[in-house]
């Protein structure tokens, strides 16, 4: 009998997600906020987690957070890296419970806001990069997790996201993101935030790359048309 009802509890518990872990992809909340679309973004690696907020039509850039994170039973825990918010705050360490609903991801039991996870689409780019120099590589000196000051780029399941940051002070120098796609050669970026200026939403910026082992070579034009080779290193 006990066994019975110990098997009951754990159905419903797993039915809402209590017991149940993240998976690793891009989910995206969208509601209506007066006239504006508001667009909740999240993007989930086995160890890494950012959540941006952004409006379209028109487009502004409102906050984003990110750092590593943990899975409790019913809630989440990141060890922020950045936190737009953190001069307001103070908040580096963030927490949220959550479950799930219907499929989406629910966060602080707000059933009005569903995470619904994005369709899987694998590309060769996926994962977390940090730049490490300016190319060509002729054994430079690099960034890397021992800089404090930091632009990671995420890509994942067809979104992408870059951010710079300084890890220590917790400043926010800029953010940027959208839709991405990787395919012999060619990376094409669609943007739908920027931070530093909206107006730049909708463009689409198209350049080479090439993976050398842990390195992500990126080459072509900047937002300026200056010619620019970055070179990244895997995370």
Not at 39 to 50: C, E, F, G, K, P
Not at 68 to 93: A, H, P
Not at 216 to 227: A, F
Request: overall charge negative; proline content about 3%.
């Amino acid at each position: 009998m006990k066994r019975l009802i110990f098997c009951a509890i754990a159905s419903v518990l797993s039915a809402w997600g209590v017991w149940a872990q993240i998976s690793p992809g891009a989910y995206k909340a969208v509601e209506m906020h007066g006239d504006t679309t508001r667009n909740h973004l999240l993007l989930v690696s086995d160890n890494y987690i950012i959540h941006t907020t952004y409006d379209s039509q028109p487009a502004h850039f409102i906050s984003t957070m990110g750092g590593f994170y943990e899975i409790g039973e019913d809630s989440l825990r990141v060890d922020l890296e950045f936190n737009t918010d953190y001069e307001k705050t103070g908040e580096k360490v963030h927490r949220v419970s959550y479950g799930y609903a219907d499929g989406n991801l629910i966060f602080n039991e707000n059933h009005a806001r569903p995470y619904r996870r994005e369709p899987d689409l694998d590309q060769p780019l996926d994962g977390a990069w940090l730049f490490a120099t300016r190319g060509p590589d002729t054994g430079q000196e690099r960034r890397g997790d021992n800089s404090a000051r930091k632009t990671l780029k995420f890509l994942n399941n067809g979104y992408f996201q870059w951010v710079a940051y300084n890890s220590e002070t917790m400043d926010f120098m800029g953010s940027g993101g959208g839709r991405y796609a990787a395919d012999q050669g060619i990376y094409t970026e669609q943007i739908q935030f920027f931070s530093r200026d909206d107006s730049r939403v909708g463009a689409e910026l198209e350049f080479s790359f090439e993976r050398k082992g842990d390195d992500w070579h990126h080459t072509g034009k900047n937002s300026r048309g200056e010619p620019m080779y970055e070179i990244w290193s895997i995370r």
